[in-house]
C-alpha cells in the first residue's frame, strides 16, 4: 500500500457543481494533514489545514477521519478558478521512525463552463 | 516576506551534462527540502535539511545528485551526470520547524530541467 493514496481523478464538473476528493494514508501514527493546490505549470500552495474536528474555508472543506485514516475535501459551488491539481500532504511526527512528509499524487480538477 | 527564491527557472541540457540548482529559504526557516516533480506526479522528497545537517536523503540517487546547505542558509543541488529521466521540475521548499509540523511548507517557483 502506498503512504498516500488520493482519487486517480481526472475529475470534470460543470460550474456550480459539489465535488469531493478522498486520500488515505498508511501510518496511523500520522500527525498533521493539509490540502494543497496545484495550477498549472506552478509551484503547490497551502490551500487549507485539515482538522480533526472539520474545518471550512468558504466553499472549501475539510474532514479528517482518523480511524478510518482518511481525508476528505469538499468544494461546493465550483467555479472555473478551481480547476487544479488538488495534493494531500501528510506530516509525521519528528523524531519517530517515519519522519518524512508525504505528497500524494494529486488529484486533478477541470471545471468545465 | 519574501518567499523561496529559485534559480535558475529553466535548463535545458544534454544528457551527461552537469547542471545546478540554486535555493534560498524563506529567512529564518531551518528546514529545507528538495522536491523531484515528474509531470503528472506529486512530489518525491530529495533532501531535507535541518539547519546545515542532513534528516533525510533517503530517495537521492546520490550516485549523480548531491546537494549541500554550508552556513544553514542557501541550498545547491546537483546533477552529473543527468539523464534522460531527470526531466522534471525540482522544487525547494523550506519550514521553520522539522517536517512543517505546526507550520507548514512554502515552495519556491521551481527550477524546470529538461534533459534531451
Known amino acids: 500500500r502506498k503512504e498516500v493514496e488520493q482519487d486517480p481523478g481526472p475529475f470534470n464538473v460543470p460550474e456550480g457543481a459539489t465535488v469531493a476528493f478522498n486520500c488515505t494514508y498508511s501510518n496511523s501514527a500520522s500527525q498533521s494533514f493539509f490540502w494543497y493546490r496545484q495550477d498549472c505549470r506552478k509551484e503547490p500552495k497551502l490551500l487549507m489545514s485539515v482538522y480533526s474536528s472539520g474545518n471550512e474555508d468558504g466553499r472549501f472543506t475539510a474532514q479528517l477521519n482518523r480511524a478510518s485514516q482518511y481525508i476528505s475535501l469538499l468544494i461546493r459551488d465550483s467555479k472555473l478558478s478551481d480547476s487544479a491539481t488538488y495534493l494531500c500532504v501528510v506530516f509525521p511526527i519528528p523524531g519517530t521512525s517515519y519522519d518524512k512528509v508525504i505528497f500524494g499524487p494529486g488529484t486533478s480538477l477541470s471545471v468545465i463552463p | 516576506e519574501a518567499g523561496v527564491a529559485q534559480s535558475p527557472r529553466y535548463k535545458i541540457i544534454e544528457k551527461r551534462q552537469s547542471v545546478a540548482f540554486w535555493c534560498n529559504p524563506i529567512?529564518?526557516?531551518?528546514?529545507l527540502y528538495w522536491y523531484q516533480q515528474i509531470l503528472g506526479q506529486g512530489p518525491k522528497l530529495l533532501i531535507q535539511f535541518q539547519n546545515n545537517g542532513v534528516v533525510d536523503d533517503s530517495q537521492l540517487p546520490k550516485d549523480r545528485f548531491s546537494a549541500e546547505r554550508l552556513k544553514g542558509v542557501d541550498s545547491t543541488l546537483k546533477i552529473q551526470p543527468a539523464k534522460l529521466e531527470d526531466s522534471a521540475v525540482y522544487l525547494c521548499?523550506?519550514?521553520?520547524?522539522?517536517?512543517?509540523?505546526?507550520?507548514?511548507?512554502?515552495f519556491g517557483e521551481g527550477s524546470w530541467l529538461t534533459v534531451v
Open positions: 529567512s529564518g526557516h531551518a528546514t
Open positions: 521548499a523550506s519550514s521553520p520547524a522539522p517536517g512543517g509540523v505546526g507550520n507548514t511548507i512554502y
